[in-house]
């Protein structure tokens, strides 16, 4: 690790997120892991499904490492999860395979799903969205409205435009309404924690922009003493 202070922002819909996957870090920092890879399911989808926020068949779209899509599966629920990185959906049917649960893992380009197929009736977004180029945020909405059935259910989860929050990619409410409005009914944005394995010393040495304002020591943090970063929850339903 070089503490370049010329380190360049870090634009996430630029990020190779296939080589975050092989552990060939993020921006200047050499993260092992992908700093969203918990090993387990994000604890808010967690609280979502055991309240019934998931029905019918189940899309999770840019599933990464699987963990969420795993979790919703060994629920009873049809699974399928599309991510634009072979190396993370590799890892994702490993640990499908070792927990002994059958999803569908498939790599698709989120801004058109082509390939995918139209059946779906419910949507878990777990911090993609601000991960996609702002110019082909509204191509991904319109794909999600073409692969979903009249009456589907959308959570979103997306990096909030709020003090303390991860400052690359972050989104305002009014963005997400811009976005989304439509082609679906909002019911609500609400402020959430995401559960993250940052590793603080690495952050803290970056010069990236992306980091400034995030300080993951003093963050807050989850049950399980996470770093927890504040996220819009966008629940919504197709119109």
């Known amino acids: 690790m070089t503490d370049d202070r010329s380190a360049p922002p870090l634009d996430l ?53 699987g963990d969420n899509a795993i979790h919703l599966a060994s629920r009873g629920h049809p699974v399928t999860g599309v991510d634009g990185s072979p190396t993370a959906l590799d890892i994702a049917r490993r640990r499908a395979s070792e927990r002994g649960v059958e999803v569908t893992f498939q790599v698709a380009d989120a801004t058109t799903l082509d390939g995918v197929p139209e059946e779906f009736d419910t949507v878990l977004d777990s911090a993609l969205f601000h991960c996609l180029p702002r110019e082909a945020r509204d191509s991904y909405v319109a794909a999600l409205h073409r692969v979903t059935r009249p009456g589907a259910r959308l959570h979103l989860l997306c ?9 690359a990619g972050a989104v305002s409410r009014d963005e997400l309404r811009t976005h989304f ?30 980091f400034t304002g995030f300080d993951p020591a003093q963050a807050e943090r989850d049950e399980a003493g996470r770093v927890a970063i504040p996220m819009w929850y966008l629940h919504a339903e197709r119109a």
């Open 159 to 167: 990096f909030a435009d709020v003090e303390g929050g991860f400052a």
């Open 181 to 210: 409005g439509g082609h679906w009914t909002i019911a609500g944005i609400d402020l959430v924690r995401y559960s993250g394995a940052f590793d603080a010393e690495a952050v803290a040495s970056s010069a990236n922009e992306a």
């Open 13 to 65: 819909g630029r990020a190779d997120f296939d080589a975050v996957y092989r552990g060939e870090g993020l921006a200047d920092i050499p993260f092992e892991t992908p700093p969203w890879d918990i090993g387990e399911p994000q604890p808010h989808v967690v609280r979502l499904e055991e309240a019934g926020g998931f029905r019918g068949n189940v899309l999770d779209a840019g599933c990464g490492s």
